[in-house]
């Protein structure tokens, strides 16, 4: 059994995970944990394969046309506009 505290960092609350947890359950730095809270105790779970990529044609799934022109007038600035950080120009 590990033990560990709950530690103040910024305005949250946090828990720190012994390396051997997360190498037992093959977890890095930002990976996703689904928090259940029951009869006062708490269960993290991994959420291994729950993050699912989408095509461009998923996202943009239902979208009409007008939509889509609605979309094009308002991120003209961001095709048009000069570069403001590493991105290539």
Known sequence: MQITKIRKQGGASV?????????????????????????????LKPLHGERRRY???????????MDVQSLSTETTWVRNGAPRGREIG
């Open 55 to 65: 095509s461009v044609k998923e996202l943009l799934e239902g979208l009409s046309e």
């Open 15 to 43: 828990v720190t995970l012994p390396t051997e947890t997360l190498k037992a359950l093959a977890l890095r730095l930002g990976d996703a944990l689904q928090v259940e809270v029951f009869d006062h105790g708490l269960l």
